[in-house]
């Protein structure tokens, strides 16, 4: 199969879906891979590392979007809507519940969309696991930053110094990102509370962080109390594939004390804050309302492109490799987990919370599959 690999063009996006380690193993396996030149450079990739793996070096994204299957790490934007073409295989991050136009685009062209974030394996979602890792530890360190004066914070100290109360930091949703922030933010001593909606997942937090942790039920009571309470707010909800629940309340945020932060890192599915109303970017990632730091940045990991880009090629090479060496067709047929990957395929919408979401008709994949096989 013909791979390709354009450079990512979203705001200081500097991961490449690709490394020359993972270009090596679809090579291997007997496919040719094109890169964009420069692709990997903000990840500490040249051009000639992926020669020496292999690949063909192209000189525009046209050349990269040609291939039989484009792989990225963000969604595409508007101007990369037009390389979209009927039998093309898009494999990368979609958050379609959150990108109506994205989702018109994808099924009005016909293309077989498989995001990295909806393949599901014994209740993990393995290609978002890495992702959400480093972003939860990010969330911490953001917060700690903008909670300095310096950054339009209160001028709290997250770890206190003795004598003076440590910082207050809420965690509101406790899978991946969430314990990530909260190990991060009781590595730097700060107070942590963590509220989930699964009492089983609170349980499981209570016997990993002990009486480091305060655990809530997810309610709108236990909410408003420790917002209102704390200095930083990290928001890391997800509902698989479905827009995020805003949790957090306008009112709650005029409850906070001026100067707090809130990092609302499930905001690439909406965020759960109400008064997070546009995704924020790397070059301007805070805006401020009732006096508290909002920081809505949905491509966290683009920050740290080394550790992220190795990160998550982990992770998809070996899903890249069997719809490369299968086709979407057998791939998902011997694979169950990559099943609720595809998104959108044959000009339907194939994952049932997008389709509730957005408003379309829902077709499971063996239809849309069906129906393609009636089309050719
Ligand atoms: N902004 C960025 O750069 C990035 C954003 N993310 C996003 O972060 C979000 C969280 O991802 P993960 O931690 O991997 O998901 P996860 O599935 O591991 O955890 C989600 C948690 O939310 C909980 N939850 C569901 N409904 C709830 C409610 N009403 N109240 C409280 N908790 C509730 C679940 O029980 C679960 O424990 C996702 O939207 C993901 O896409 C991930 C990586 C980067
Ligand atoms: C999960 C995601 O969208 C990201 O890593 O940018």
């Not at 990840?43 to 063909?56: L, P, T, W």
């Amino acid at each position: 199969m013909m791979i390709g690999v354009p450079k990512e063009i979203k705001n200081n996006e500097n991961r490449v879906a690709l490394t020359p380690a993972g270009v090596d193993a679809l090579v291997q396996a007997g496919h040719n891979v094109y890169v964009e030149t420069t692709a990997g450079f903000g990840s500490g990739f040249s051009d000639e590392d992926y020669i020496h793996a292999g690949a063909k070096i192209v000189n525009t994204p046209a050349e990269a979007w040609a291939s039989e299957m484009v792989m990225k790490v963000k969604e595409p934007l508007s101007e990369e809507y037009d390389y979209f073409r009927e039998g093309l295989i898009l494999f990368t991050y979609l958050h379609l519940a959150a990108e109506p136009e994205l989702a018109k685009a994808l099924t009005e062209k016909g293309v077989t969309a498989i995001a990295y974030e909806t393949i599901e394996s014994n209740g993990t979602l393995p290609l978002l696991t890495p992702m959400s890792e480093v972003a939860g530890r990010m969330s911490t360190q953001m917060g700690a930053q903008f909670l300095q004066k310096t950054n339009g914070g209160k001028g709290v100290l997250l770890a206190g110094i003795p004598g003076v109360q440590r910082g207050k930091v809420t965690v509101i949703g406790g899978g991946v990102v969430g314990t990530n922030a909260a190990k991060m933010a009781m590595g730097l001593g700060a107070q942590v509370t963590m509220i989930d909606l699964s009492a089983q997942r609170l349980r499981e937090l209570d016997d990993i962080f002990g009486d480091r942790v305060q655990t809530l039920m997810s309610n709108p009571s236990n909410i408003a109390e420790a917002v209102a309470d704390s200095d930083l707010v990290v928001g890391a909800v997800l509902i698989p594939g479905a827009k995020a629940p805003k949790l957090v309340t306008d009112e709650m945020i005029q409850n906070m004390s001026p100067g707090s932060v809130v990092v609302d890192v499930a905001i690439d599915q909406g965020g759960i804050f109400e008064t997070v109303d546009h995704i924020t970017t790397h070059d301007n990632p805070t805006y401020e309302r009732h006096g508290v730091v909002h920081y809505a940045v949905a491509n966290m990991p683009g920050a740290v492109p080394r550790t992220s880009t190795i990160g998550l090629t982990n992770v998809t090479v070996p899903y890249a490799l069997q719809i490369a060496n299968k086709g979407v067709k057998k791939a998902v047929s011997d694979n169950p987990t990559l099943q609720p990957g595809v998104n959108t395929l044959a000009g339907a919408v194939t994952y049932e919370a997008v389709a509730k979401d957005l408003g379309y008709d829902y077709v499971s994949v063996d239809e849309a599959l069906e129906k393609e096989h009636h089309l050719v």
